[in-house]
């Protein structure tokens, strides 16, 4: 059977449900899963009808009743913020239940959500904390390259202090494990990047390559993995995307990994949290409300996240016990 991919809407004023309309009649999408979205009916019924796209049947578990005639893109409101963090807690009950064998979340707005109380930096962040997941890493990547990140939404002054042996080493490890059990890979080439200018330049630009990233790369290898560094920043993404010689960089910050990986895949880039007890990925973009309702968004990441749970879901593939929410998205078919 195929996986059952729930797809969160996102912020209703944003181009999530525009790229979902489109993505579930792609032929792809079709192909390797059983898609279901949770969401807003009347949002998606709205659009669907003005930008000439077709709502899908009996795909749809609705979880809010928004009025769309009320609402403007690219304006969030309270109701709004509110639907969309709904929507993410309830496909997370139901990946814990296994009534589905993974999520993915089209893109909110953390501005947005917090007008309706969000309390949390960003979608991996809430995730974890719905899941219990103790230890968590994000994945960004595609095909020519795939980075995980030490440390991910915090601020630029913050990150040589949150950059510790357990926190490098543990973001290797995870790394490792997933590339592993989910990714294919037998035994996964990670680069570790450095912090500082030419990985501190044997300590002239800074010591914690030295102190921290060195000593956690050792005790990785030490383990049995399949790391090496710190190697300098400003050559290690050309060396894993074009001369593929690394599987994966483990990146010190947000920005470091992000940059390289938006600049190859700006369109199809994907992001998927590891060390969560459920499957999760995300589309590697935002709202893009300059954008929103006018019917030239792209589905691309969407449908490169969807395949990439699917994947991840058939790797790790197992019954699903009988429950109410089972029965609930056992459908036949799709339209």
């Known amino acids: 059977m195929k996986p059952k991919i729930l797809i ?14 489109k993505a579930m009649q792609s032929k792809s999408v079709k192909a390797v899963c059983d898609p279901f979205v949770i969401g807003d009916e009347n949002v998606l019924g709205y659009l669907a009808g003005r930008l000439g ?16 005639k009320k609402l403007r893109p690219g304006r969030p409101t309270i109701e709004s913020g509110q639907a969309m963090i709904n929507y993410i807690e309830e496909a ?15 893109p909110i707005s953390k501005a947005a959500a917090k007008l309706a109380g969000f309390k949390f930096p960003g979608h991996t962040e809430f ?16 095909v020519a390259l795939k980075i995980t990140l030490v440390t991910i939404h915090v601020p630029i002054s913050k990150v040589p202090r949150l950059i510790t042996r357990d926190a490098v080493f543990k973001t290797i490890e995870l790394t490792d494990e997933a590339f592993r059990r989910f990714f294919g890979f037998r035994r996964p080439r990670i680069a570790v990047a450095g912090l500082n200018p030419h990985a501190g330049e044997s300590g002239m630009f ?5 102190k921290v990233i060195a000593p956690a790369v050792k005790k990785a290898r030490e383990r049995g993995i399949n790391a090496v560094g710190p190697l300098p920043p400003d050559t290690v993404f050309y060396r ?10 483990v990146c010190m910050y947000h920005d470091q990994g992000l940059g390289p990986l938006k600049l190859l895949h700006f369109e199809d880039g994907i992001n998927a ?15 893009a409300y300059d954008i929103a309702w006018k019917g030239v968004a792209s589905p691309a990441s969407l449908i490169a996240a969807i395949e990439t749970a699917s994947m991840m879901a058939r790797k790790r593939a197992r019954p699903a016990p009988l429950s109410f929410a089972n029965l609930l998205l056992n459908t036949d078919g799709y339209d």
Request: with cysteine; charged share 20%.
């Open 53 to 68: 796209l077709k709502l899908p049947q009996n795909r749809l578990i609705a979880f809010s009743t928004l009025d769309p």
């Open 92 to 106: 997370v009950c139901l990946a814990l239940d296994h009534a589905v064998d993974a999520i993915v979340t089209a």
């Open 273 to 287: 949290t590891l060390g969560l007890p459920v499957i999760r990925t995300s589309v590697d973009h935002g709202t």
């Open 127 to 142: 995730i974890a904390h719905l899941t219990g997941a103790k230890g968590f890493v994000m994945m960004l990547g595609g």
């Open 206 to 210: 800074g010591g914690e390559e030295k």
């Open 240 to 249: 894993a995307a074009v001369k593929k010689e690394f599987d994966c960089v």
């Open 8 to 21: 969160t809407m996102g912020d209703p004023v944003g181009v999530g449900p525009e790229i979902i309309l």
